[in-house]
């Protein structure tokens, strides 16, 4: 059984840190493609950071570019989003994200939340 869990929300202050984990289970996970999405309050899941495979490097989505940073421990089965310098829009829940060969799969999200 594939599980995706998200641990590491809360709220922060503009230009404030948080370090957001996913842990995996039920899967081959260093094979396996994962990216950070998140869902902002009235908008739609949106793609924010990604790791494949084959040694190609992190993506990023440009409005995060240079603030976050995704990275993967096979040892441990995580993949974590560094998030420096928060902004109030990045106000949202955050979801990990297995792209597997038969389906993707999704945590139970985790919230963050910027404000002053």
């Known amino acids: 059984q594939v599980q995706l869990v998200e641990s590491g929300g809360g709220s922060v202050q503009p230009g404030g840190s948080l370090t957001l984990s996913c842990t995996g289970s039920?899967?081959?996970?260093?094979?396996?493609?994962m990216s950070w999405l998140r869902q902002a309050p009235g908008e739609g899941l949106r793609w924010i950071a990604g790791?494949?495979?084959?040694?190609?490097?992190?993506r990023y989505t440009d409005s995060v570019k240079g603030r976050f940073t995704i990275s993967k421990d096979t040892s441990k089965r995580t993949v974590d989003l560094q998030m420096n310098s928060l902004e109030i829009e990045d106000t949202a829940v955050y979801y990990c994200?297995?792209?597997?060969?038969?389906?993707?799969?999704w945590g139970q999200g985790t919230q963050v939340t910027v404000s002053s």
């Open positions: 039920g899967f081959i996970f260093s094979n396996s493609p």
């Open positions: 790791l494949s495979t084959g040694g190609a490097g992190p």
């Open positions: 994200n297995a792209y597997l060969p038969w389906a993707e799969y």
